[in-house]
């Protein structure tokens, strides 16, 4: 009997907390709307009627990108013009405590742009100018809408171009923001790499920049590394305003190839001896199977629908001819024959369709719902790794194309789901949890490009431990106190 009543009591006590927490979500919601709507000419005194917007259709455009994380939209929208603009926004954000929700493109993985207290977006594609390019310094300064296609663009007569190549048209501050790479970062580095200076918008509104105003040395041990601190923060320190840039002389020669074999671990074994034995490399991609017969469907090619490497040489006519003697490691490992695409119009073509694997993925079941995983590991592990995901995708009878940037030891599974059955989305959330402690037994991490966002907050403490999370915690109470800056992403 006395179970019985402590059972009766629990279950009031649970529907009371649970009615007051309700009532305190609505109050909190009705209360931030009005702050809201209170600030409205404080935002247009700033950015003019144009530059705000309470759109319903704008919000939601604002309030999710392109991962599989459900559409949490912001309150409002602002399009602030220049970073004095976004500097008297953040002043009244902060002044009401409105969160700040910072938005480039909208072309991330992990669900960075969601407002999950709503709050302010600030859209900075107003923002699209190239400010300094010093073409003897190969360096240029860009505002957050420029995005990388839209810089080579601007460069294409000076013989300089940007390679750092997520794929996706993104822009240039928002590849700062969460550390992006891609295809080319085996020879050329990732942003983190390739970012001289940032200006920032703090919480507050105060405008720093991270190596000093103007500064663009190409090297510099002054003071603590605050640009590296704000590449890769997801918008949960500042707001991104300019990034400075290296730029790279644009290659005399460029030559492609692709090269199929017998198996995964073929496949794999050759990148790695190819990285071993110094061959300068500037792209290297691995598709499996499932992957190479989604593209060739997609992109209307024939590659043999076996484990394929994409590979790219870049240098002088000269040294591609060293380069390409790649192809006796291949062979040892059972490698057909290199198929070579040598004209800009073929070379495009077979890298359009690897740009283009996240789409090929999603036509092999129309109506599905797609997620890409992003472990990285040590090169000498990626073997192992590889071929045990390939076994857990088969043995959990799972849609997951494998393609990767595998010069660096990251890889993605692209995930096919049906989001309206639960039993698959939970063998997908399984299957994800055992690939990225797998990634972190050998050392490796959850993320090698997309970054931690929504999803891999509690795989960052086990990557991080507690007290390097705690550092991060102290960091972000340091700049940002009323935790206004993209609330709820990175540290949970």
Not at 96 to 117: D, N, Q, R, S, W
Not at 182 to 194: D, K, L, Q, S
Request: hydrophobic letters at 40%; a negative charge; glycine letters at 8%.
């Amino acid at each position: 009997v006395s179970n019985r009543f402590l059972r009766l009591h629990l279950q009031l006590h649970a529907k009371s907390l649970f009615s007051d927490l309700l009532s305190f979500c609505c109050c909190f919601f009705f209360l931030q709307k009005s702050v809201v709507d209170g600030v409205l000419p404080s935002f247009r005194s700033v950015c003019g009627e144009d530059g705000v917007s309470l759109s319903e259709a704008i919000r939601e455009q604002h309030g999710k990108d392109e991962s599989v994380h459900k559409c949490c939209p912001p309150d409002v929208v602002v399009f602030p013009r220049s970073v004095d603009e976004v500097s008297a926004l953040a002043k009244i954000c902060h002044m009401h405590c409105l969160p700040i929700i910072p938005f480039g493109t909208g072309t991330g993985l992990e669900g960075g742009v969601g407002a999950m207290k709503g709050g302010v977006c600030f859209s900075l594609r107003n923002m699209d100018q190239v400010l300094d390019l010093h073409v003897e310094d190969f360096d240029v300064t860009v505002e957050p809408g420029v995005t990388r296609k839209a810089l080579n663009s601007y460069l294409r007569d000076t013989g300089l171009w940007f390679p750092v190549d997520p794929g996706a048209d993104a822009s240039l501050c928002g590849m700062a923001a969460t550390s992006a790479s891609g295809t080319n970062a085996v020879r050329y580095g990732t942003m983190r790499e390739n970012i001289m200076n940032l200006e920032v918008v703090l919480a507050d509104g105060t405008i720093i920049n991270t190596a000093g105003k103007g500064r663009r040395p190409r090297k510099t041990s002054a003071g603590y590394n605050l640009t590296n601190l704000f590449v890769g923060s997801e918008g949960t320190l500042g707001i991104i305003t300019k990034t400075t840039l290296r730029l790279y002389g644009i290659p005399e020669a460029v030559v492609s190839a692709v090269c199929s074999f017998p198996s995964v671990q073929a496949a794999v074994d050759s990148t790695v001896q190819i990285l071993q034995s110094g061959v300068p490399i500037a792209r290297i991609e691995f598709l499996d199977d499932v992957m190479i017969d989604a593209c060739n469907r997609f992109s209307s090619l024939s590659y043999p629908v076996t484990p394929t490497l994409f590979l790219e040489f870049h240098g002088s006519e000269r040294s591609l001819e060293e380069q390409v003697n790649t192809s006796e490691i291949t062979q040892c490992n059972g490698g057909s024959d290199f198929q070579w695409a040598k004209d800009e119009e073929t070379r495009s073509r077979l890298w359009k369709a690897r740009h283009d694997a996240w789409y090929a993925a999603l036509a092999l079941r129309p109506g599905c719902k797609a997620y890409a995983t992003d472990v990285c590991v040590p090169l000498s592990m990626l073997p192992q790794i590889i071929v045990e995901t390939k076994e857990d995708l088969i043995a959990n009878k799972l849609t997951g194309p494998i393609a990767g940037h595998v010069g660096d030891g990251n890889f993605h599974c692209l995930m096919v789901l049906d989001p309206n059955d639960p039993d698959e989305l939970q063998r997908v959330h399984l299957f994800t949890e055992r690939l990225a402690r797998r990634a972190l037994a050998m050392s490796g991490t959850c993320t090698g490009e997309h970054g931690v966002g929504l999803g891999k907050r509690a795989l960052l403490v086990e990557e991080m431990g507690a007290q390097a999370i705690q550092v991060m915690q102290s960091l972000k109470e340091t700049l940002d106190p009323k935790n206004l800056m993209n609330p709820g992403k990175v540290l949970q």
